[in-house]
């Protein structure tokens, strides 16, 4: 693991400690004793667990517990136990074996139980060639053409749970994977703000600043410092993906003028090829609409295909800018071209 891994790995633990996962481990035997490992990670790190599964016995699975050592109430939980008895092992730091008896855990009774217990996260082990499409959806998204599972999931959501996972348990490491990335490795249903673009506050500018600042100094972005984007912060919007800021854009409008530049556009290397560029600017387009600007434009020389190809911008004159803006590129002897596009 690189310590680029460890960084990212290490931004969740203050987001995990104290919450409340399920694990329904329905992999096969062989991966049993590596995910009971995964498990002992978590809790080591706050995590509350509650573990059940429809393929491997209780007695499997305390067996397996006791074996890693993994902190667990002896005395497993059925779907007569009060929430107040499995809250109470919770709060000593104790998992909790839940006997499913056979209950699918996508149905509305064990949804309505862990939204009781205040569960943030069900994460379902599977098999190998229970194949759903990859990547994190919104349950509210889920239509008549996705498979029956997702539907399900998002029902779980909608009863409370905030996020529902679906995941190869047969696949070493892949629920540490899922769960200490950004994109996880898995498929996922979500009713909370997972992935959002939402306005720049203060306490984001360092971030953001140092997030930028290669870009600054290879000339691709113009030079911003804490002062200058604080006095323009309204600007400013951040795509946040699970807690953590991974892209920005500005809006810069220029009064009396009927046109809005598109600036600051950037997305982190490690989420790049994603759409987000893409999301980032059709957000600044729809603030240009909201303001009553018909034009928006921007300047730049390394994303001209960028903007031509996926946002059906056109190259322009820099006279059709603002005279205000043609100034200051003027003088920063910047050789960036103008790219610009009419909102309909």
Not at 3 to 21: A, H
Not at 159 to 180: M, Q, T
Not at 248 to 271: F, M, N, R, T
């Amino acid at each position: 693991m690189s310590w680029g891994d460890v960084r990212g790995l290490l931004q969740y633990v203050p987001q995990f400690r104290g919450k409340l996962f399920v694990i329904v481990i329905d992999a096969p035997v062989p991966a049993l004793a590596e995910t009971m490992l995964d498990l002992v990670s978590l809790q080591n790190i706050g995590v509350q667990l509650v573990i059940c599964s429809n393929v491997h016995t209780e007695d499997d699975l305390l067996d397996r517990a006791a074996e890693v050592e993994l902190k667990f109430a002896q005395k497993p939980a059925i779907s007569t136990s009060e929430p107040s008895e499995i809250l109470t092992s919770l709060e000593r730091g104790q998992a909790v074996i839940f006997d499913l008896g056979g209950q699918d855990p996508l149905s509305k009774e064990f949804a309505d139980l862990a939204h009781s217990l205040s569960v943030v996260k069900l994460v379902c082990l599977q098999g190998a060639g229970k194949v759903l499409p990859q990547g994190a959806m919104r349950a509210s998204d889920i239509d008549s053409s996705m498979p029956e599972t997702l539907h399900a999931a998002a029902a779980v959501c909608h009863a409370g749970i905030d996020r529902v996972h679906f995941l190869d348990g047969s696949c070493p490491g892949v629920l540490l994977a899922e769960l200490f990335s950004n994109e996880g490795v898995g498929t996922m249903v979500y009713a909370d703000s997972y992935r959002v673009i939402r306005p720049l506050r203060e306490e984001d500018i360092v971030e953001l600043l140092g997030m930028i600042g290669r870009s600054v100094r290879n000339d691709c972005l113009v030079p911003r410092d804490f002062a200058d984007v604080l006095s323009n912060l309204a600007r400013y919007s951040v795509m946040e993906i699970d807690g953590n800021v991974v892209g920005s854009v500005a809006l810069l409008d220029y009064p009396g003028e009927d046109a809005a530049e598109v600036a600051c556009l950037y997305v982190k290397q490690s989420h790049e090829g994603l759409g987000y560029g893409t999301e980032l600017v059709k957000h600044a387009e729809q603030q240009a609409c909201e303001l009553g600007v018909s034009t928006v434009f921007a300047l730049t020389n390394r994303a001209s295909a960028f903007f031509k190809e996926l946002l059906a911008y056109t190259e322009a004159s820099a006279d059709n800018i603002p005279d205000v803006r043609r100034e200051q590129l003027i003088d920063s002897g910047r050789d960036s071209r103008v790219f610009s596009k009419q909102l309909g």
